[in-house]
């Protein structure tokens, strides 16, 4: 998904044998950098799932992880994380086809 302003990408990448409901990684870079040693890692654990990035127009990247067990919504802003909207027991969204 690329920035508001057009100068971020933000991409969910996977390692085989894993499987993007398995294990995923958030990882954002400069539109225009296609070395991938830069691209920075937004979320990703190894053990843990990420959905639907979405650009907010303020520039905030929003996505749902299950780093908690169950899909929580998360923001990014800022360089760090924040969880937005969490639900006890109870998964926010569900798996992305293509």
Known sequence: KLSPDG???AYVAWDHPNMPWDATELRITDQKDAKTD???L???DGDSSVLQPAW???G???YLTDEQGFYALQRFE???SKTV???ADADLGGSAPG
């Open 7 to 9: 100068s971020k990408v």
């Open 38 to 40: 830069s691209h920075q």
């Open 42 to 44: 937004v979320c990703g």
């Open 56 to 58: 907010h127009p303020s």
């Open 60 to 62: 905030a990247l929003f």
């Open 78 to 80: 800022g360089g760090a």
């Open 85 to 87: 909207l969490s639900v």
